[in-house]
């Protein structure tokens, strides 16, 4: 190898450096911070007191009777495990978890008169799903109703509310109505 072939390369080396590791994800950014700031700077969502509780990007452990219950989750809401379990549908493993949340969640089923909504049962190919379908958030109002001794008419106010905050599918075609839990338990404490 020639020392004219060995400039060429550190000089490719240093331009493409620049390139890619300065100039690019600074012109990335940029575009994020200017066409979606909210988005660009995680989503960040705050209570009434201007604090940080959460993102709206990321599911958050609810386990209260008086809140929305997000989707199981298989890494239990850590950022860094998140993922699937891997289990297959023939998974004994995941039967028997089918099978504990589903006893875990017979009594609401009970009051609720319905049949459990399969996102309460399975988790998410992430395990971080911050959404819940509509079924399933109007699916907890009664035990949320019951746990908050709510009447008739703050119970109907909170079926209005789960209504109000449902999301329609992206670009009205892809996935299903959908609830952002965090979002719902925020305006659930107003």
Known sequence: MKFKDITIA???LIVLTLLCGAVYPLLVTGIAQA???DKANGSVVYNTKGEAVGSSLIAQKFRD???FWPRPSAGDYATVASGASNKGPT???????IDERKAALAGTAKAAGADIPGDMLFASG???DPHISK???RFQVKRIATARKFDG???AALYALVDRLTENPQWGVFGEERVNVLLLNLELDR
């Open 10 to 12: 550190i000089r490719l």
């Open 35 to 37: 066409a979606f700031p």
């Open 65 to 67: 009777e008086k809140y």
């Open 91 to 97: 998974s004994a493993d995941l039967k028997k978890s």
């Open 126 to 128: 992430s395990g971080l």
């Open 135 to 137: 079924a399933s958030a």
């Open 153 to 155: 008419a703050k119970t």
